[in-house]
C-alpha cells in the first residue's frame, strides 16, 4: 500500500516514546509529506508559541511514494513554526533519510517537547532509543556523521542532524541528510537546535507493499532509458542546476547586487565545471543531478563529500553579492553544509548588508571593520564563520535580514527583499511575474516552488502547455502578463506542487521541469496504492494542504497583510534587457492576488472561506 500504518512519536522533555496507528482512509485524506505534517501541528500546537521555545513540535514525513524504487519520489518533509518568518515551516528534502524511515516502518516522527541535554534520536525499525549527544554537539556535520555511525556500528544508518548554526540557533539554520540533501528555508533547524536534538539515525529492515510492483519496475526502466533523451533531464543530468545561470543571465534575469541588476559579467564564470566531479543522486532516482566539487589548490581546499553548489547558492553568494570566484563560493558552500546555513538566506543576508553599506546606513564600526562592498570576496568566508558561530557582525546577520533591518533602522528597510521574513530565492519576478504571485501567496514566504515557472507555458508547444493539459491549461501565457489565464496558472499548478508534496515527488524528475508525465505519474500511485484515483482527488489533497497551512498561518497571527511583494520589484531593473521597463504595477499586481484569493477561497483575514472549509471536508481531520 506504499505507507506502513504507523506515527513515531518522541517526547524529549519526558523521553516517552510511542507509536500512533493510522488506517487506509487517513492516508486517503492526507496521503503523507506535508498532509501528515499539518494534520499533527494543527492538532498539537495550541494557540500562538514561541518558535523556539519547547512548545513547538518538529514533523519529519516522507511522501505516500517514498520509499518504492520508483523514479525520483526519495522526498521527505520537515514541518514545525518557523523562527524566521513566524508562519508554517515546510522544508523538502531528497536523498535517503526519507526512504530509511519507511524502510522502518514509519510514516512520520513528530518530535515534541525540549531535552535538557543533547541527545540523538536512533531508529532501528521497533527498537527506538535517545542517545546522549553531548560529545557530539560543536562539530560540524561531516564529523557528527563519522561518530554516530563508528557508534551505531553502521555505516549505512541515514543521518538527518544540524550543524553549529543549527546548535546557535541561526533563524535560517538547516537540517541535512548524507551531508548534501538539505531540509533548507525556514530555519528548522534552529528549531532542532532549541529542543537540544542534533540528529536523528534511522536504519530500516522492510519496505513499503506494493499494489502492483511489475508497473512501477516497467514506469523505472522506462525513466532510466529516456532520462538522457527528454530535453529537460537530460540538461539536468549532465550538468546539474547550475546549467540555469547563462540561460537566466542572457535574458536579464540573474540576480546581482541585492536584485539591483539581473546581469552579471562573470555568470560564465559561476557556471563553470572546471572543479566538477561525476555527479550523485537521490534514492532510486535516474536523473542524479547532483552537482560535486573538489578542489585541491594551494590556498583552498573543498572536499567532495559535502556534494556541491547549486544554481541557488551560486547565485546568492555569487552574483547577488557581486562576487565571481567560484572557488570562494564553492568553500562557502562547503562551509554551509558543515555548518548547517541555508545559502539562499544567507546570500541575501550578506547582500542587503552590502546595499547598506554601500548606501551609508552602516559602516566599519557596525560590521567589525569588514568592508562589505559588493564585489569584495574577501569577506564572504570569514562572515560565513562568524553567522555560524554567531561571533560580532555575524550575530546580528544571524537574525535573517529582516531583524537585521530593524537594527540598522528604518531607511535600511526599503532594501529588504522579503516576504514573511523569509528571503527571495534567485528569481526575478520582474521577468517572468507568476515568481512574483510565487513568492506572495507561498504559505512559507518567498518560495520559487510554490508553483511552475512561468517560461515552461509561454509557447503552445512548450513543456508547460503540453503537460498540464490534463489540468486545463492549454493555451500559452505570457511571461510578464498578469492576466487571469496566468493566475489560474498559478493556482493550478500550485495545487499540483502541494500534491508533489505530499507524494514525496522531486520536480526534477516529474512534469512540467523534467521528463515523466502527469499520466504516469497516475499509473505510479495507482499501481503503489491500489487505489483506483484520478487527478481530481490527487490535486483536491494538495489543495486541502495548502488550506490547513494557511489555516496554522491564522492560527499564529497571520493575516493577508504579510501577503506583500518586496518594494524593490515594483521598480525596473537598471540594466540589461529590461533596464528602465516597469514590468509589474501595484495595483495590477493587488487585482492578480485578489483573484488568487477568490480562486482559492482564501480571506484578508489569513484563513480560509466557510464554504471551502465545508468542500475540502477540513473538519474531517478531528476524526482521525
Not at 108 to 135: C, F, N, Q
Not at 166 to 175: D, F, K, M, P, R
Not at 265 to 271: F, H, I, M, Q, Y
Request: aromatic letters at 8%; proline letters at 4%.
Amino acid at each position: 500500500m506504499s505507507f506502513r500504518g504507523r506515527i513515531l512519536k518522541v517526547n524529549l522533555t519526558t523521553a516517552d516514546i510511542s507509536v500512533e496507528e493510522k488506517g487506509e482512509e487517513f492516508y486517503r485524506f492526507y496521503f503523507g509529506g506535508q498532509g501528515i505534517g499539518l494534520h499533527y501541528l494543527l492538532k498539537e500546537i495550541k494557540g500562538v508559541i514561541e518558535p523556539l521555545g519547547p512548545e513547538n513540535v518538529l514533523v519529519f514525513a516522507p511522501g505516500l511514494l517514498t520509499g518504492l524504487r520508483a523514479p525520483a519520489v526519495p522526498r521527505y518533509v520537515v514541518m514545525g513554526k518557523s523562527p524566521l518568518t513566524g508562519a508554517i515551516g515546510k522544508s523538502e528534502a531528497g536523498g535517503f533519510w526519507g526512504p530509511e524511515l519507511k524502510k522502518a516502518g514509519y510514516d512520520a516522527l513528530i518530535i515534541s517537547g525540549k531535552s535538557d541535554k543533547p541527545v540523538y534520536i536512533t531508529i532501528a525499525d521497533e527498537e527506538v532509543t535517545i542517545k546522549d549527544a553531548s560529545h557530539l554537539w560543536g562539530l560540524d556535520t561531516g564529523e557528527s556523521q563519522d561518530l554516530i555511525r563508528k557508534e551505531l556500528d553502521d555505516n549505512k544508518v541515514q543521518v538527518a542532524q544540524i550543524g553549529p548554526a543549527g546548535e546557535n540557533q541561526v533563524l535560517y539554520a538547516n537540517i541535512v541528510n548524507n551531508l548534501a540533501h538539505f531540509n533548507g528555508r525556514n530555519g528548522l533547524g534552529a528549531v532542532m537546535g532549541s529542543k537540544n536534538l542534533k540528529a536523528v539515525a534511522v536504519r530500516g529492515s522492510g519496505s513499503p507493499k506494493m499494489a502492483e510492483a511489475g508497473k512501477i519496475k516497467e514506469l523505472s526502466r522506462w525513466a532510466a532509458a529516456n532520462v538522457k533523451v527528454h530535453p529537460l533531464s537530460s540538461m539536468l543530468h549532465e550538468h546539474g542546476t547550475p546549467v540555469g545561470i547563462k540561460t537566466v543571465n542572457a535574458g536579464g534575469g540573474l540576480p546581482t547586487n541585492n536584485f539591483a541588476i539581473g546581469c552579471f559579467d562573470g555568470a560564465e564564470g559561476l557556471a563553470s565545471e572546471q572543479h566538477s566531479l561525476a555527479p550523485r543522486g537521490c534514492y532510486a532516482c535516474p536523473v542524479v543531478c547532483k552537482r560535486v566539487v573538489e578542489i585541491d589548490d594551494d590556498d583552498i581546499k573543498v572536499d567532495k563529500k559535502y556534494g556541491g553548489p547549486e544554481y541557488e547558492t551560486l547565485v546568492a553568494l555569487g552574483s547577488n553579492c557581486g562576487i565571481n570566484d567560484l572557488r570562494i563560493i564553492a568553500k562557502a558552500n562547503e562551509l554551509c553544509n558543515r555548518y548547517t546555513l541555508d545559502t539562499i538566506s544567507l546570500g541575501m543576508t550578506i547582500s542587503f548588508a552590502m546595499k547598506c553599506y554601500e548606501a551609508g546606513i552602516i559602516d566599519d564600526r557596525d560590521t567589525g571593520g569588514l568592508d562589505l562592498r559588493f564585489g569584495n570576496k574577501d569577506v564572504i568566508l570569514p562572515l560565513v564563520e562568524m553567522i555560524a558561530f554567531r561571533k560580532g557582525f555575524g550575530d546580528t546577520l544571524a537574525r535573517g535580514s529582516r531583524q537585521a533591518a530593524e537594527i540598522f533602522g528604518e531607511e535600511s528597510k526599503k532594501y529588504l527583499v522579503t516576504v514573511k521574513g523569509q528571503e527571495a530565492p534567485m528569481h526575478d519576478p520582474r521577468v517572468k511575474t507568476g515568481l512574483g504571485l510565487q513568492y506572495t501567496l507561498s504559505i512559507s514566504g518567498a518560495d520559487h516552488w510554490f508553483a511552475q515557472h512561468d517560461p515552461f507555458f509561454a509557447a503552445a508547444d512548450g513543456f508547460g502547455v503540453t503537460e498540464m493539459a490534463p489540468l486545463g491549461i492549454t493555451e500559452p501565457i505570457d511571461p510578464l502578463a498578469l492576466s487571469t489565464d496566468k493566475v489560474r496558472m498559478i493556482y493550478y499548478t500550485a495545487m499540483l506542487n502541494s500534491a508533489y508534496d505530499t507524494l514525496g515527488v522531486c520536480v526534477f524528475g516529474y512534469a512540467v521541469r523534467s521528463l515523466i508525465s502527469l499520466e504516469k505519474l497516475l499509473i505510479l500511485i495507482r499501481a503503489a496504492t491500489g487505489w483506483d484515483t484520478s487527478w481530481w482527488e490527487v490535486i483536491k489533497v494538495g489543495e486541502r494542504a495548502l488550506a490547513m497551512a494557511r489555516e496554522f498561518n491564522r492560527r499564529q497571527g497571520l493575516t493577508g497583510e504579510d501577503d506583500q511583494l518586496p518594494d524593490i520589484f515594483y521598480h525596473p531593473l537598471e540594466e540589461g534587457p529590461f533596464s528602465g521597463k516597469e514590468t509589474i504595477s501595484r495595483e495590477t499586481f493587488k487585482k492578480a492576488v485578489d483573484h488568487f484569493y477568490a480562486m482559492a477561497g482564501w480571506t484578508a483575514d489569513g484563513g480560509v472561506a466557510e464554504g471551502k472549509v465545508a468542500e475540502l471536508d477540513l473538519n474531517r481531520a478531528d476524526k482521525f
